[in-house]
């Protein structure tokens, strides 16, 4: 199967990279020329036609030379032909686009099951876990606050909340849900939670089950420090688990789940880890485990229950199929190849994240010197895949989003309910930061410049 990204007319056809070497995959791909393929013809072609790179009418001669061959023929072309900087969803590497490509297969396939095997043990590499259990099932970041609420908590047991944004509140409920009994600690908008307000929460005499924390909370950019509440949480009350929604932080924020003994590190495909929508992803450590071992009542749901799910999490990476319900087949692929450049690729995960610092800081330095005030208050508490900034003085959403949209990016506005309207999110997460020659982070900011001049000279007017 060969794959032709016909990104600019110089580039498209004479690209002679090889996709990673995909031995577990079925279909190894292969990008190819025009005299490679007439060379060596391919059955099946997949084609990422980029409209926004000008390549549509290059791609209609490319299907024209193809239409002379017995070929199954797969066009890809991004539905949006503008620059999509949101916290989330994020853009994908071509590797990852081919692979969910991947033609309809049994879940069940010799094929396949290596490719779920390979990503669960890929998974604890990004996490740096060695006897974590990954549980990789298909739905949204969401659903693993239903695994935790489901399995790790019983009705009328206590869980504290550390709040630093809106997805808190979500945690929250979803821990409501399932009769769990819930404490918040809010920190203010823009503030994460401080370690002395955990420590007097702690020592209060009131024993829980489980903290949660938001790593980095995608409503506000606020970075809580996970390291430091997992130590004071094991110091003050050892048998209390640590939860982590890592959804816009894991691949983008440095996490060591052994190193800082974390219970639960969940997390979704659409943002850090590259891929598209669809998959829930979560570690337990065995001491979260043998909590939900040792549970006096069955699990809280059936979707989400552990009971059903840990056979077929063992089951795959022992190298045989297990059925519950239908893995996501192809998305599978898709993450597997993600995972491959994640954990395999040229790039290293710390020079991943170190990458992942750097664009931020070009990102809010830039924002700076152009008097944007950043919404986390601190530096220490800014995240590092994403930017969360007020309006400047006098200028609203509607001054900017559609500004920088008619730049071809789009950018992301405010979630959290309290100032909704006064600030924008960037995402610079994945693709865009650690494949330097899109010049994505550049892009943005000359973008962001531009805006702001337009739309102040338009005030003045
Ligand atoms: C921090 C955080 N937690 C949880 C979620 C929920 O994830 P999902 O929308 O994939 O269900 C999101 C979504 O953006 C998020 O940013």
Redo the contacts with the bound molecule.
């Keep these: 199967m060969s794959a032709i990204r016909l990104s600019s007319p110089f580039r498209s056809l004479i690209s002679t990279r090889s996709l990673p070497s995909s031995r577990r995959l079925t279909r190894p791909f292969t990008m190819t020329t025009k005299d490679e393929f007439k060379q060596q013809p391919h059955k099946s072609v997949i084609i990422v036609s980029d409209p926004r790179q000008g390549s549509s009418s290059f791609a209609m001669l490319y299907i024209d030379f193809l239409c002379m061959y017995p070929v199954r023929l797969i066009v890809i072309t991004p539905a949006s032909t503008v620059f999509c900087r949101i ?2 969803p994020i853009e994908v590497a071509d590797e990852v686009l081919f692979a969910n490509a991947h033609p309809s297969m049994s879940h069940i396939s010799p094929d396949f099951i290596p490719v779920f095997g390979d990503s669960i043990r890929m998974t604890r590499e990004v996490l740096l876990t060695k006897s974590g259990q990954p549980f990789l099932i298909s739905g ?4 693993g606050w239903d695994q935790v609420a489901a399995n790790l908590v019983e009705q009328g047991e206590n869980a504290l909340v550390l709040h630093s944004g809106y ?1 808190g509140d ?1 945690f929250n409920d979803c821990l409501e849900t399932y009769g769990a009994n819930v404490k918040q600690l809010k920190a203010p908008i823009g503030r994460a939670v401080t370690s002395s307000e955990l420590e007097k929460e702690l020592k209060s005499g009131k024993k829980y089950k489980i903290v949660t924390v ?1 790593h ?3 409503s506000t950019g606020v970075l809580s420090n996970v390291k430091e509440v997992a130590a004071l949480v094991r110091r003050i009350s050892p048998d209390t688990l640590v939860a982590v ?1 890592a ?2 932080s894991v691949a983008s924020e440095e996490i060591r789940f052994d190193d800082w003994d974390l219970d639960i590190v969940l997390t ?1 495909s ?1 943002k850090g880890l590259g891929t598209p ?1 669809g998959l829930s992803i979560l570690v337990a450590s065995k001491r979260a485990l043998e909590v939900y071992k040792s549970r006096k009542s069955p699990p809280a749901s059936y979707y989400a229950s552990w009971k059903k799910w840990l056979p077929i999490m063992n089951a795959y990476e022992s190298g045989t199929a297990a059925y519950f319900a239908t893995p996501p087949v192809n998305l599978m692929y898709a993450y597997h190849a993600s995972l491959q450049l994640i954990v395999k690729g040229e790039i290293t995960l710390s020079e991943r994240l170190k990458m992942h610092k750097d664009a931020s800081r070009a990102v809010k330095d830039a924002a700076k010197r152009l008097g944007l005030k950043q919404l986390p208050e601190l530096e220490e508490e800014a995240a590092n895949g994403m930017t969360a900034l007020y309006f400047p003085e006098g200028l609203t959403a509607s001054d900017i989003l559609p500004r920088l949209a008619k730049r071809g990016v789009v950018v992301a506005g405010g979630l959290h309910t309290a100032i909704k309207d006064k600030y924008f999110r960037i995402g610079h997460m994945g693709l865009s930061v650690v494949d330097a020659q899109r010049g994505d982070v550049n892009t943005v900011i000359r973008a962001l410049e531009d805006t702001l001049k337009e739309a102040r000279a338009a005030k003045l007017a």
């Design positions: 916290p989330g949204s970041g969401t659903l997805f979500s938001t980095v909370d995608t929604d959804v816009c979704a659409q929508p």
